[in-house]
């Protein structure tokens, strides 16, 4: 019996793993062959149980739809073979042609039987226990952080089920429906992308558990026929899926250039991909970077080498290289040095350390970018006592409807106009520095605190909204983030960053441009101080909003950014300013 490749999504896939060998027992729906694309992996299920007499295919081939993964022998075959066998050579001429006319009838209800028999099964075993895929992440891939349930666990349907987590947020995963989970299919620390297989649930319903029961007790005595290989195999894998966890994962922050000195032709590169475990992108992005992938070391689960893999051990040999010319002219520009030895109680006193949160982990890369712009920041300030007087007007109805109207959301929506009036704030250099892009959209980053650190979600399209709106998002963007409910898509895509300190207190400070971004402006906290009128000839007390505005100096100018913080400053004065 041939098992063919189900539809993969995709014309072609490569194999990255073969999970049976030949002589295998194996139960319908075990999993057998490991493929990947450039987006995704996925474990290819047997469509019969029976014995594996051939694999057909080999690592590192490219299957599709159809192609013939490995042969069985199901016990049907084997019985018919026995039956053959005993069957005696020959009686009396007349016997022997009453038995070839009696067997083909057999034969033929035996099929029938086991016909209706095999299409019954499968359909009670869909009917209760389904394989669901992950939805659609947001981005490429992102990590198993933890898993909240067990096999066995009863769950119901938007229980949280699973948490994933990528550069910028945390995603809890929802059961997709309600019932009992039979199998796990990722583990923690795996690397997942949209549409991959995670787990399988049986749904709650009495007659279908009566049925599955039923129907599995044929498939539970191939099921312990299995040779104990099989399972030493699968606990093997589980350990050094383990054991990949624990090592820190190298994450590259800069794209490294071609130029190495060291770069292999395509041809080089091809050949010592033979043994190595990549999908066929990060395979595509070796030969691209001319890396001797063999070199590389895998942070994934059963050593599958990653994309940032590749840019990891690229960095580390271009540190390596200019770490001699570096270390005379003082701190390398790829990283600092390292800490002194800090054991000494005399010298350094008595340390304690702290191990920082996944978001402050994650963050640093980031951070680590702003190093290399020429970063320059204008202060300014706005006074905003006729916009607090409209605020504190308006403030006592928005929140009869559940809205927290902040001087946030004036900040925002006088932000975004201006940067729809000024364009050059509201775009990215690009990567040859010989253009600039300019966005036709406003997307106002707006950072928050949290527990776990800073983390900066996103009003898309800001300058199409009004004050209102933008407070109801801010509040719910802001819960979402406090809660950890944040989606990928809630933090991509910003245009802009506004960072307010609210009432913290301080006078002004410096925020981070955040690249690709080209500025960022900072609030600080608003006080009364004393305003001199000319009409009058006298001091007024005013409210005055510190502004302080960070920018790319690369892309905007000082004397450019001087008009745009006083721009801003004007509209938040006078927001009647924008009607016009």
């Known amino acids: 019996m041939d098992i063919k490749a189900p539809d993969l999504g995709v014309d072609s896939a490569e194999v990255s793993e073969i999970m ?39 690592i590192g081939d490219q299957v599709s739809e159809g192609m013939v993964l490995i042969e069985l022998e199901s016990e049907t075959d084997s019985q018919d073979d026995n039956q053959s066998v005993e069957t005696p050579a020959a009686d009396t001429q007349e016997k022997s042609l009453d038995a070839e006319q009696e067997e083909p009838q057999k034969e033929e209800q035996s099929d029938k039987a086991q016909a209706e028999s095999n299409t019954d099964q499968p359909v009670e075993q869909e009917a209760t226990a389904t394989t ?171 050593a599958r080498i990653l994309k940032e893999d590749l840019f990891a051990h690229v960095k580390q040999s271009l540190t390596t290289k200019q770490a001699a010319p570096a270390t005379g002219a003082g701190v390398s520009r790829a990283s600092l040095p390292s800490l002194p030895d800090m054991s000494n109680v005399e010298i350094w006193g008595e340390i304690e350390t702290q191990d920082l949160t996944r978001l402050q982990k994650v963050s640093i890369p980031q951070l680590n970018y702003n190093t290399y712009l020429p970063q320059v920041t204008q202060f300014d300030l706005s006074d905003i006592t006729e916009t607090e007087n409209l605020r504190s007007e308006l ?112 006078t002004a400070f410096t925020p981070l441009v955040n690249w690709p971004q080209v500025g960022i402006l900072g609030a600080s906290e608003a006080t009364m101080q004393p305003k001199w009128n000319a009409a009058k000839q006298t001091f007024e007390p005013r409210l005055m909003l510190p502004l302080s505005l960070s920018y790319d100096h690369r892309v905007i100018n000082g004397a450019d950014a001087a008009v745009f913080t006083r721009y801003v400053a004007t509209l938040l004065a006078d927001p009647r300013r924008i009607l016009l």
């Open 20 to 58: 049976v060998a030949v002589g295998d027992v194996i139960a319908k729906d075990d999993n057998i062959i490991l493929l990947e694309s450039d987006k995704a992996s996925v474990e290819v299920p047997s469509s019969a149980a029976g014995k594996v007499t051939k694999i057909s295919v080999a």
């Open 132 to 302: 669901h895929a992950l939805p659609d992440l947001g981005v490429d891939e992102a990590q198993v952080s933890e898993i909240m349930v067990s096999v066995g666990d009863m769950v119901t349907a938007d229980q949280s089920i699973l948490l994933i987590e990528s550069d910028k947020a945390s995603v809890e995963v929802p059961a997709p429906q309600a019932g009992k989970v039979e199998k796990i299919l990722i583990q923690v620390g795996d690397m997942v992308a949209n549409g991959q297989d995670f787990i399988v649930i049986i749904a709650q319903s009495s007659d279908n558990a009566n049925a599955t029961s039923e129907a599995k007790a044929p498939v539970a005595q191939s099921q312990d026929s299995k040779p104990a290989v099989s399972e030493q195999k699968t606990d093997s894998s589980q350990e050094a899926a383990k054991q990949a966890t624990t090592e820190p994962k190298q994450v590259a922050s800069t794209t490294a250039k071609s130029s190495t000195g060291n770069k292999l032709t395509e041809a080089q590169v091809n050949e010592k991909m033979v043994d190595v475990y990549a999908g066929p992108a990060v395979r595509k992005l070796a030969r691209q970077l001319g890396v001797d992938i063999s070199q590389v070391t895998g942070s994934a689960l059963n």
């Open 395 to 506: 403030k006592g109805g928005m929140k009869a409807e559940g809205i927290g109207l902040t001087i946030l959301a004036f900040i925002v929506k006088a932000t975004a106009y201006a940067l729809t009036q000024h364009p050059r704030f509201n775009s990215h250099l690009s990567d040859d520095n010989t253009q600039v892009i300019l966005r036709k959209s406003v997307n106002m980053g707006i950072a928050v605190a949290t527990d776990d650190g800073l983390i900066v979600p996103v009003i898309k399209n800001a300058h199409e909204k009004g004050i209102k709106q933008i407070a109801i998002e801010i509040g719910e963007l802001a819960l979402k983030a406090r809660d950890k409910k944040l989606s990928t898509k809630d933090l991509q895509g910003a245009s802009f960053t506004i960072s307010s300190q609210g009432i913290l207190g301080g």
